[in-house]
């Protein structure tokens, strides 16, 4: 998101400098990998709102980039039957196309996967690609004059003036506005113990570990981009999932399931594969994914950083803009987020109450 907001940034003549605590391309955070679902199918119609503003500017950064980032391969919503009708009113009322089916016709359409009580279908979902995105909007932001910087941790950001001073163990800049884009660092830098913390209330922001795995595709078969909504009226319910998954070229069938891992210290994970997890998801594809072959599993771990109700914070108080808008269900708004931050950073207001930063 903070390469998103730099590109949009630069895009517009701005003075921008990215300051990453870790190298360029790394995998400490929730970004990294070769693919993210996109779906325009949401229980909540904001998003489906959103992912409709978006699907141009990923266009838009394709064409800046020359490169795709954005495939429309078709997406996959099935299981409990609440959450499929209120998919279905939200992309009725976008006026997207959609086919509602029953399980066993589901399966017949695409036999690589099982369905569970209610099945809808959106062609415009599919993939985009994630380690490739985060690439081409630094890669385009450093050609429009954007100033990069790698390796190099913030350690505090302190009010300056009508401004800020980003403060780095080798630097120190000042400047009108800073978008804050840390992830799972968020606290770190505007916590109870920044100089913020008498202005800004963050809400509970909870990190924990998911470990998404990867099959191999049995031969023939072929896996669009899928999420499984289970039983759950709770708050927030409507943006989580019980399992998510998605074909990724050269990877095979990727699967995710709605556990978290503790994190003790985000500076000092070891990132050891869990093998419950992998016997979880292995009992799961066996029953749900008839076209991955769960003999071949490959799996990693990535941070998951989420608010009590799994919406977004983007908002600003005086010069500093809070980003962080995942909540394990961000990535595939990446250039609209980056429009927004943008916007926010050089003036703007943002008037969507569910992506307000709680204030004193």
């Avoid at 009113?89 to 369905?115: C, S």
């Avoid at 069938?253 to 992998?278: A, C, F, M, S, W």
Wanted: charged content about 20%; proline content about 6%; aromatic content about 8%.
């Amino acid at each position: 998101m903070g390469a998103a907001t730099a590109w949009w940034l630069a895009k517009q003549g701005r003075s921008v400098v990215v300051v990453e605590q870790f190298a360029r391309g790394h995998n400490r955070g929730s970004s990294h990998g070769q693919t993210r679902v996109f779906r325009v199918a949401y229980r909540d119609p904001i998003y489906t709102a959103l992912a409709a503003r978006s699907i141009p500017l990923w266009r838009e950064l394709e064409s800046d980039a020359d490169i795709d980032l954005l495939e429309q391969t078709g997406q996959l919503d099935h299981g409990y039957a609440v959450a499929i009708d209120e998919i279905e009113v939200g992309l009725t009322a976008h006026d997207y196309h959609y086919d509602r089916l029953n399980p066993q016709a589901a399966h017949e359409r695409w036999p690589a996967l099982n369905f569970d009580e209610a099945v809808l279908y959106s062609p415009d979902g599919g993939r985009v690609f994630a380690d490739r995105t985060v690439d081409s909007a630094l890669s385009v932001a450093e050609a429009q004059g954007a100033d990069l910087h790698f390796q190099t941790p913030v350690r505090s950001i302190e009010p300056h003036g009508d401004g800020v001073a980003v403060v780095t163990d080798s630097h120190t800049w000042h400047a009108k506005s800073v978008v804050v884009s840390a992830g799972s660092w968020l606290e770190s830098l505007l916590g109870v113990e920044s100089p913020w913390s008498k202005a800004i209330t963050l809400p509970t922001i909870t990190v924990t570990e998911q470990q998404p795995v990867h099959f191999a595709i049995r031969p023939g078969m072929h896996f669009p981009s899928y999420i499984h909504h289970v039983h759950d009226d709770s708050p927030g319910a409507a943006l989580r999932f019980g399992a998510y998954g998605l074909e990724s070229p050269g990877e095979g069938v990727k699967l995710g399931l709605e556990t978290h891992l503790p994190v003790d210290d985000l500076n000092q994970r070891d990132q050891v594969i869990d093998p419950v997890g992998i016997a979880e998801s292995v009992e799961y594809a066996q029953r749900w994914l008839p076209g991955a072959d769960t003999s071949q599993v490959d799996s990693v771990r990535c941070l998951f950083t989420t608010t009590p109700d799994a919406h977004f914070i983007l908002d600003r108080l005086g010069p500093v803009v809070v980003c962080s808008p995942c909540s394990g269900h961000g990535f595939k708004f990446t250039p609209v987020i980056g429009q927004i931050t943008a916007e926010l950073a050089m003036g703007g207001e943002q008037h969507q109450p569910a992506w307000r930063l709680p204030k004193r």
